[in-house]
């Protein structure tokens, strides 16, 4: 209600906004396909980290004598609602796919699950196929084995439904983590009580094997060809907490049970479960730190020796001053050359304000990333093949607990932001 509301005081306002900026969306956006097409942003300078730490204005060509003075756009906040918009995954198809991350309430939203399939090509579950979504305990106490839970898929079966439907494929998020695991999965006996006591290292080796052996083969032969990557594990690194070579211990119960190598047999089982087209992944936070990137590089080239892991997942919950580009650009670097995919898994940008003036900053933020991204793909030096962003509108982040976070690309009405236009590099957002 509050949204067709919404819709018909702004189309009014809008009216005639949307006319003057008519001819020059379809200008701007129709020959934006990327490598293959001649459009214009093709021919932009490539950035350079360099041009990074001292920015230069972008070179532009001077216009034909005849040709009309080039408008560029400077309403941003268009109705997805009312209006045609420009599709990301379109614009972005020969580079990398385009992801989002979401919740099942939110998806079956009529007016939500039209846009995200408008624009996104691929989807991760915001918590549905996470272990403590997956795990019966009812049903393992009663029928399964200590050595092999049950497990029920109510929580992502419309969401696995929904990709099959509309021709978009999925990122598996995610088999071995810490959090979001309950305790009891841990105990002897899947006990809950106090005074549990932890399963030896063969029965919890038993489990985790079972487990992602039965999400896999649940998902595989009743969604075949959905899910092409999995994280496999998730946030195993966190230097200084006390884990060998810089693994997480203190809150980890995977480390505690099975020891240092559970990463490993983790991605042993995973490859030996997974289809032959899914790529396994190895997926953390904060990658850009220094400790961390060392810790998780030493780590994945470990597993890549044993031929378990196909690519490396950098979250990216970024704020809007750091890291710096440069370090963030770096460590893409460096993990690309391990000659692993790499993949942008969970981006947002954690701004609390929502000034006009700082929704521009994040708009170019957006944009440097993308510009970024494009030109590592461009010579070479990663191999990034997806882009996901975590969630679809502010109001419904995972960072907005306080209501005073914008970190995403559509506001609560789903109107496109500054920052939707950066990640289409548009004209009207600066580079700098
Ligand atoms: O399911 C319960 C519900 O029963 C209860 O009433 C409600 C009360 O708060 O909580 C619900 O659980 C919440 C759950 O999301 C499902 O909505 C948890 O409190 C809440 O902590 C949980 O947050 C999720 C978080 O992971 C937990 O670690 C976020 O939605 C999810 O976006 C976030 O995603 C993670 C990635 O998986 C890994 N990387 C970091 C990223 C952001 O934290």
Redesign the pocket.
């Known amino acids: 209600m509050l949204l067709w509301n919404a819709k018909w005081i702004k189309t009014m306002v809008r009216l005639f906004t949307v006319v003057m900026i008519c001819n020059f969306a379809v200008c701007t956006f129709a020959g934006c396909g990327g490598k293959e097409e001649g459009g214009e942003e093709k021919q932009e300078a490539q950035p350079t980290k360099e041009e990074e730490s001292t920015p230069t204005p972008i070179p532009t060509s001077t216009p034909a004598p005849t040709e009309p003075a080039k408008e560029v756009r400077t309403d941003f906040y268009i109705s997805s609602l009312d209006e045609e918009i420009p599709s990301m995954c379109e614009y972005w198809k020969d580079y990398f796919s385009i992801g989002i ?1 979401i ?1 099942k309430g939110e998806l079956l939203n009529d007016f939500k699950g039209e846009l995200i399939v408008q624009q996104f090509n691929s989807m991760t579950c ?2 549905e196929m ?1 272990p403590d979504a997956l795990l019966d305990r009812e049903a393992t106490k009663s029928t399964g084995t200590e050595t092999c839970p049950v497990l029920k898929f109510d929580s992502c079966d419309e969401m696995l439904a929904f990709c099959v439907d509309n021709n978009i494929k999925m990122r598996g ?2 088999l071995i ?1 810490h ?2 695991t309950p305790d009891w999965f841990f105990m002897e006996g899947y006990s809950n009580k106090p005074d549990a006591v932890f399963a030896s290292r063969e029965v919890m080796l038993e489990r985790m094997e079972n487990y992602i052996r039965l999400v896999m083969e649940y998902v595989n032969t009743t969604y075949p060809g959905v899910v092409y990557a999995w994280d496999v594990v ?2 195993a690194i966190a230097p200084g907490d006390g884990g060998e070579n810089g693994m997480r211990m203190s809150d980890s119960l995977w480390y505690q049970t099975i020891g240092p190598d559970f990463v490993e047999k983790a991605f042993e089982y995973a490859r030996k479960y997974a289809a032959p087209e899914q790529k396994l992944f190895y ?1 953390d ?1 904060n990658t850009y730190e220094t400790a961390k990137r060392i810790a998780i590089l030493e780590l994945v080239n470990k597993i890549k020796d044993q031929g378990n892991i196909d690519g490396i997942g950098m ?1 990216s ?1 970024i704020g809007m001053n750091s890291p710096t580009l440069l370090d963030y650009e770096e460590t893409i670097r460096k993990f690309g050359e391990t000659g692993l995919e790499i993949q942008i898994t ?1 981006l947002d940008i954690n701004l609390d304000s929502n000034s006009e003036e700082d929704f521009m900053k994040e708009g170019t933020r957006y944009k440097r990333l993308f510009f970024t991204f494009k030109n590592l793909v461009d010579t070479g030096a990663a191999n990034i093949t997806n882009i996901t962003v ?2 679809l509108t502010d109001e419904g982040s ?1 960072l907005n607990k306080d209501g005073k976070r914008y970190p995403l690309l559509f506001n609560q009405v789903l109107e496109t932001k500054p920052a939707f236009w950066g990640v289409l590099m548009d004209e009207g957002i600066p580079l700098y």
């Open positions: 991350a919740t915001g918590n996470k998020h995610t983590w959090s979001q998730n946030e997926n936070f979250q919950h969970e975590w969630g995972w």
